[in-house]
């Protein structure tokens, strides 16, 4: 479904990631994990067209997505919770899910907006809250809510276990196997392998813009745990 190959990304002189290859399968949800300045966030956001390729391809369904932009990539089918579980403070719960239903029509909107009310009660109960006043955690539920509300083929999360506490972790490992349910293809990153290796089936170790190593979770599980105390 997501393939990338010998992927390139800089910034000015910094090279973020040194032509890394990565292959996501239709149903797969896999893992890449690494420490602090890896390369996970540009690839997720090179996937989704934040920031640019430098050299390599990236194709989605069998199409090269080069010349799409953002826009454009959700609407193929992309869906994306950005690292820092960003949300529109200053809208409320309900309006921060329906801007990921944003261009879908009325009756797909209320469908998504059931299905997430039923998967988390929680944005049914503070839908009319500001998103800003949330916690962190709630603020994650409600980032990946958005992520989801568009019912994407695709789905990228980057850290979605960033600073939250272990309960939170919990719940937002549930709603990601809510996901996998529905049979949602899934590409995330995080640091803390622990968890993450609990709901991934492949994954790839990431340093220094490369692949360290690659294969299904328990092959790359030592590894795996050893950067996640570097
Ligand atoms: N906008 C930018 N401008 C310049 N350098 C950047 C920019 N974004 C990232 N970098 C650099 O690119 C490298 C990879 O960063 P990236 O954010 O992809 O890593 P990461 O694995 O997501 O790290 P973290 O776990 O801290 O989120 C780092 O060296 C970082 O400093
Ligand atoms: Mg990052």
Redesign the pocket.
């Known amino acids: 479904m997501l393939e990338i190959d010998r992927l390139e990304v800089r910034?000015?002189g910094?090279t973020?990631l040194r032509g890394i290859s990565i292959e996501v399968k239709e149903g797969e949800t896999v893992l890449l994990v690494?420490?602090?300045?890896?390369?996970?966030?540009?690839l997720i956001n090179a996937v989704m067209g934040l920031v640019p390729a430098e050299s390599g391809t990236i194709r989605f369904a069998n199409a090269d997505l080069s010349s799409l932009s953002c826009d454009r990539r959700a609407r193929a089918g992309i869906g994306y919770a950005p690292?820092g579980r960003r949300v529109f403070p200053s809208l409320s719960v309900t309006d921060n899910v329906l801007a990921g239903a944003f261009g879908l029509g009325r009756a797909r909107q209320s469908e998504a907006l059931s299905w997430l009310h039923e998967s988390f009660p929680l944005l049914a109960e503070r839908g009319n809250q500001l998103a800003g006043q949330l916690s962190g955690g709630e603020q994650q539920i409600v980032a990946l809510a958005r992520a989801m509300a568009s019912f994407p083929k695709l789905l990228l999360l980057d850290?979605p276990f960033l600073g939250l506490a272990p309960v939170w972790i919990a719940r937002i490992s549930e709603a990601i196997r809510a996901m996998q349910r529905l049979g949602t293809t899934i590409l995330m990153?995080e640091?803390m392998a622990r968890p993450a290796l609990k709901l991934a089936t492949r994954g790839y170790v990431i340093r220094g813009?490369e692949v360290r190593r690659s294969g299904p979770v328990a092959e790359i599980r030592d590894l795996a745990l050893a950067d996640e105390y570097l």
């Open positions: 910034y000015g910094i973020a690494g420490a602090n300045g890896a390369g996970k966030s540009s690292e850290e990153t640091q813009g």
